[in-house]
């Protein structure tokens, strides 16, 4: 035997002593689960409990009370003295009437002993009664004695049959008990539907753990380290693609960008820029590129370096709780299971070889001899007992009767002693079932606070897995019964308490879930090329649209201030841009900018224009002479007059403004870097690929998007830095898209599939399969079998011995009758005639 259950040990993952309890709990299961048991009335066994522990039930009581201390923040009393203040005395006598009784009775005998033994007290005391009756053999007194006799004799039969169902309900909790306590063990080592099993659980939770360990080799970590290095270039791709967009976002944001510094002009296409660039950045943030390099990332940054390890501390943690609750089990309940043990300790009141059955025959035995010994007394009286005659009834008359009634008035003394133990023995063991039928987490916390004990936070979670997952009547009837939801470990991050399934879920299953999810719902989407998108396209092509000297406007709020040294300039000059000539801007520019024409600064200097109908003359109508050559106003004279202060602000702002803003570098340009020295000019565009291997990038690692490089350049720089930097983002696109297919299916399946198998799955479905409803089951099951059956049976009992004892302190009353009849007929024989009664 113990080489098999060695041998099963080790094909199971158990311990020895693991596997001897299963079999044990095995065989108890193959023993007492196997006997159909009588049907069981909860209700009214429970009112037969309540009934059995009295009205007031001082121990629920008290309990109850240490629970309203608890809840006014008072101090609860200790159990023992609430039991005392609670408990009624007229009750507890009340249930301690049978051994009162006992005592009563065993001191009356001894007084009546002491008459019978004296004959000088004897013949003192019952001189008066000694005299010839004749009532005893009358036909109506003695119908009466047997007819109370018979009824004695029928009375005891019931009380037999009552004792005997007694009997075969205590066996029953017997073996309802260790069924139960046989199919928790099983059910909790080995796991049921919904239960995983303490065993299978911690296997996982180990096998989950093995597999974060980066020193097997070819193991899930190897795995997830090749596929991890094999895609890291969708971060490069990723990074450089951001890096450009990035760049494009600084310089139309930048401030000398969107209105130089002192120079009276704003740039019109900064702003609208801005919002055709957003949605391309929005699409690249939210695409599978994104996604996929999300998912690595995540994968890397929770199954990787010193993240896994975390994880497999938070596992080890996790599995600490469930070894420990497996230690208890196996501890406390596998004793229940031991035929060796406490099982076989039982045998006395429980099973085939039970001695408790033969004690209760035997009592019921012993007082059918006192039945039998009384039937022939009491014949023998009927028949022998003649009073009207002048013979003296035979000794044996008086003797038999006599002895009956002795040996019943001892009986009657034994048994109710005997039969008032059991009554308080019931009595106690009635309350304790009542607060175990009705057991829950403030009766649990009620208890701890009467016995003076303080709930910590470990008792704390141990009263709420005992309420969730034994009792029929938890204060969070829908609350999770899932143990991962009940057991908390401390946070990782916060030291917070928080649950198993929340701890392990936030550390290692949402992220990267959550990635998984979106890769996965990205690649149904179809087209998944982000260089193809109407986006983009509408991006490059603004982009290669831009006339930037086309594009800047003077800032008619600055132009036209007090401050403003050309504040008389002439209104219309306002619409005039840094271009020589008029522009019809390209209908590729946004609304409000394509298509439309913008005036240049020869229509200012020299030709004059119309706005929106109105036309102005230009400032050769204001001069008498100027040299012109756009954008330079090297010589002017303006006409005296009333309009020579107009024709100066506006030649000044020709000379002081407008030539600079075109002629001089009075804008930023940014400029991507080489990763190699961070200081010379590197173009996105000139990337190139042989047998889809990339070169020429600008970036500096994975994830590092580098400073770049900001140079004062004039407007025509400026002009082409963006441009470029279109065909920078059309180049990288096509880049990130050539990336995205080459590892999309080693991140999209390979990866998610490989952290799926290893890791997510393993942890959702053991976190779900946690459920300990089956815990309930074994609770009611115990509290059925111990207290509605065993302790209702030995209650049974208890008042089946108090009744048995009084019909036998009934018969010894009986028996008295024709003893005292017989004995003063004989008495009265020695004795001077008197009238017969």
């Known amino acids: 035997t113990t080489l098999l259950i060695s041998f099963l040990a080790l094909s199971h993952a158990q311990t020895h002593s693991e596997a001897e309890v299963l079999a044990n709990a095995q065989a108890s299961v193959d023993k007492y ?7 069981l009335d909860r209700d009214a066994a429970i009112d037969d409990l309540k009934v059995g522990a009295g009205e007031d039930n001082f121990i629920y009581t008290a309990i109850v009370e240490a629970g309203y201390a608890r809840q006014e923040g008072q101090t609860p009393k200790e159990l023992g003295t609430t039991l005392a203040e609670v408990s009624d005395p007229g009750f507890i006598i009340g249930k301690a009437f049978a051994i009162v009784l006992s005592i009563v009775l065993f001191v009356l005998w001894i007084i009546c002993c002491w008459l019978v033994c004296c004959p000088c007290c004897l013949k003192c005391c019952c001189k008066c009664f000694q005299k010839k009756r004749t009532l005893g053999e009358k036909r109506l007194c003695q119908a009466v004695l047997w007819l109370i006799f018979i009824c004695v004799g029928i009375a005891s039969l019931v009380l037999v049959s009552l004792t005997l169902r007694g009997y075969q309900n205590i066996d029953e909790g017997f073996s309802g008990t260790f069924c139960s306590a046989a199919e928790l063990v099983q059910d909790s080592i080995s796991g049921t539907d919904n239960f995983v099993g303490m065993l299978p659980a911690i296997n996982r939770l180990e096998n989950i753990s093995q597999a974060l360990d980066p020193t097997v080799s070819g193991g899930f970590m190897d795995q997830v380290g090749t596929i991890v290095g094999s895609t890291a270039k969708i971060n490069t791709a990723y990074t450089q693609v951001a890096q450009s ?11 000398e960008n969107q209105a130089p510094t002192g120079m009276y002009h704003t740039c019109a296409i900064c702003a609208p820029l801005a919002e055709v660039l957003s949605p391309v950045t929005s699409a690249f943030e939210s695409g599978i590129g994104a996604a996929l390099k999300e998912a690595r990332g995540q994968v890397q940054e929770q199954l990787q370096g010193q993240a896994a ?7 080890n943690e996790a599995m600490e709780p469930v070894r420990k609750a497996k230690e208890q089990l196996l501890e406390q309940v596998g004793g229940l299971v031991d035929p060796d043990g406490f099982q076989s300790n039982t045998e006395v009141v429980q099973g085939e070889n039970s001695n408790l059955r033969p004690a209760i025959l035997l009592l019921f035995f012993l007082f059918l001899i006192l039945l039998l010994s009384g039937c022939c007394a009491l014949g023998g009286f009927c028949w022998k007992h003649k009073p009207s005659t002048e013979d003296k009834d035979p000794c044996t008359v008086r003797t038999c009767t006599c002895c009956v009634s002795c040996f019943g008035c001892i009986y009657a003394i034994l048994v109710l002693m005997l039969g008032g133990i059991l009554v308080l023995v019931a009595m106690v063991g009635s309350g304790v079932c009542l607060v175990l039928v ?13 016995l003076g004990q303080e709930v910590d936070d470990t008792m704390l979670m141990a009263i709420n897995i005992s309420d969730r997952c034994l009792s029929a009547n938890s204060v969070a009837p829908d609350a999770s019964r899932n143990l991962a939801d009940i057991v908390m470990i ?3 991050i916060t030291g917070d308490s928080v649950s198993i399934r929340k701890s392990i879920f936030d550390t290692a299953v949402t992220p990267v879930q959550s990635q998984f999810g979106q890769v996965q719902n990205l690649t149904q989407m179809g087209d998944l090329s982000l260089s193809s998108m109407a986006e983009l396209q509408t991006l490059t092509q603004t982009l290669a649209a831009l006339d930037m000297r086309a594009l800047f406007l003077p800032d008619s709020a600055l132009v036209t201030a007090d401050a403003s040294p050309y504040k008389d300039m002439n209104p219309a000059y306002l619409a005039i841009t840094l271009s020589c000539a008029d522009v019809t801007l390209s209908n590729n520019l946004p609304d409000g900018l394509g298509g439309t024409v913008t005036l240049g600064m020869d229509s200012m200097v020299t030709t004059g224009g119309t706005i929106s109908g109105t036309s102005f003359d230009g400032l050769t109508s204001q001069m008498d002479s100027l040299s012109w050559t756009c954008p330079t106003l090297s010589a002017y004279a303006c006409s005296s007059g009333v309009t020579s202060t107009m024709c100066d602000d506006g030649a000044q702002f020709i000379q002081n403004i407008k030539e600079p803003l075109v002629t001089q570098n009075k804008f930023k340009c940014i400029y991507q870097v080489d990763p190699s020295d961070g200081t010379t000019i590197c173009n996105p565009r000139d990337m190139t690929s042989t ?7 600008c970036v500096a690692g994975e994830d590092t998007v580098q400073a770049f490089k900001v140079v004062d350049c004039t407007i025509q720089e400026f002009e082409d830095n963006l441009k ?9 696109f096509e880049y990130f898209d050539d990336t995205v297919s080459g590892v999309l299916n080693s991140i999209s399946v390979d990866l998610i599939n490989l952290v799926d198998q290893f890791i997510i799955n393993p942890l959702v479905t053991l976190l779900d399969l946690f459920d300990c409803t089956f815990m309930a089951n074994f609770w009611m099951g115990l509290t059925d079998a111990m207290c509605l059956r065993a302790m209702n049976g030995l209650r049974m009992i208890a008042n089946s011995y108090v009744w048995v004892a009084l019909l036998s302190l009934l018969i010894a009353m009986l028996m008295y ?6 004995k003063d007929n004989y008495d009265s024989a020695d004795s001077p005639p008197s009238d017969s009664l």
């Open 309 to 315: 390890a975390d994880l497999q501390t938070l596992l």
């Open 33 to 39: 689960c196997s006997t159909e048991l009588s049907e």
């Open 438 to 450: 009705e057991y829950n987490a403030d009766m649990a916390e009620n208890l701890f606070a009467a």
């Open 691 to 697: 047998a889809g291997v990339w070169s020429g990038q």
């Open 245 to 255: 967009l990035k760049q494009l976002q600084e310089i139309v944001s930048h401030p």
């Open 724 to 732: 470029n930097i279109g065909l920078d983002l059309t180049k990288g």
């Open 817 to 822: 009758v024709p003893w005292r009849l017989s």
């Open 490 to 492: 401390p946070d990782p």
